[in-house]
């Protein structure tokens, strides 16, 4: 395959990622991840930075947009739902008081009442100080809108991931084989216990400000950490699947009928691969800032620590 290696244009606040083959997923970690499997990309400009509060309201001021976190919930798409949860809410991180299992995150999501991208935390929080910050509460819907009105679209998961990993190829992490050489933290990441003791020193004990960490061998910022990314792909556990490969289209109608949740199939809502892991990302949980790593997120669902950018194909 050849590919177009040098850029065909100039685009501000894109990176060009030139195409080429790629080791794509993990063996070792979560089972999600594997096979290891070699992958070839086109080449793609990608957004340098996650977009942020201030991007996004420049979209919903042109556009009018109204976010599905500002609107109330459909019934008929959860049946027996508690009507008080159908209101135009969103899902909060709130850390909790002590130590509880980490296997029902119920312990620490909430959904909160008046939550959406302009109050992250809650109807009486705002986006002051917050507006070079990525945007959060966005569903799949939200980021399909900004995309379309921003002349992109939303990357494949092997096009984050190729990106993501910047040049470095096999590599566990997007800057090496150390997640923290010589103690330096790469990404924005949680440090202490999770979910109740937060030790971070930066002032901002959740996402920050975008750029606060180096960049990858590409020049790109935060594909690791802060917040994790939406992607196109219908998510999937089956990647030696033909429907369900690396790069599911949204036109694969089995793609996303496979993408639905087998644990509550009375919820028939279709979920993407968001990539990247975020600012809750720890050692004793999730350990998800990689960028092999790849999580299930319902298309219809908005969350405090997910965001994502976009890219533009020649």
Not at 172 to 193: L, N, Q, V
Not at 241 to 249: H, L, N, R, V
Request: net charge negative.
């Amino acid at each position: 395959m050849q590919h177009q290696l040098r850029a065909p244009d100039q685009r501000p606040g894109m990176v060009w990622i030139p195409g080429g083959g790629f080791r794509m997923g993990s063996d070792i970690h979560y089972p999600e991840e594997a096979p290891i499997r070699q992958v070839e990309v086109e080449g793609f400009w990608i957004d340098a930075r996650p977009v942020s509060n201030r991007d996004f309201a420049a979209f919903v001021e042109a556009t009018g947009w109204v976010t599905n976190a500002e609107k109330p919930a459909d019934p008929a798409d959860y049946p027996g739902a508690d009507p008080a949860m159908l209101v135009p809410s969103s899902l909060v991180f709130i850390p909790t008081a002590g130590p509880v299992p980490l296997n029902d995150i119920r312990a620490w999501w909430h959904y909160v009442a008046g939550a959406d991208w302009r109050h992250p935390y809650g109807p009486d929080s705002s986006l002051d100080g917050l507006e070079d910050h990525p945007v959060v509460h966005v569903s799949w819907a939200d980021v399909e809108a900004y995309a379309a009105w921003a002349g992109a679209e939303l990357p494949t998961e092997a096009e984050w991931e190729y990106a993501a990993r910047g040049g470095l190829d096999g590599k566990i992490y997007a800057w090496g084989d150390a997640f923290e050489p010589g103690g330096k933290p790469m990404a924005k990441t949680w440090h202490g216990r999770f979910p109740f003791e937060n030790l971070d020193k930066t002032g901002w004990p959740r996402t920050s400000p975008i750029g606060s960490y180096p960049p990858n061998g590409y020049g790109l910022f935060d594909m690791i950490g802060n917040t994790w990314e939406w992607t196109a792909d219908w998510w999937s556990t089956a990647s030696a699947e033909p429907f369900k490969g690396c790069c599911a289209t949204s036109r694969s109608q089995a793609a996303m009928e496979a993408s639905y949740d087998p644990n509550q199939p009375e919820i028939r809502i279709p979920r993407k691969v968001l990539k990247g892991g975020s600012h809750l990302c720890a050692p004793s949980y999730c350990r998800r800032y990689r960028p092999a790593a790849r999580h299930a997120q319902p298309v219809d669902t908005s969350t405090s620590h997910v965001g994502f950018r976009v890219i533009v194909r020649p």
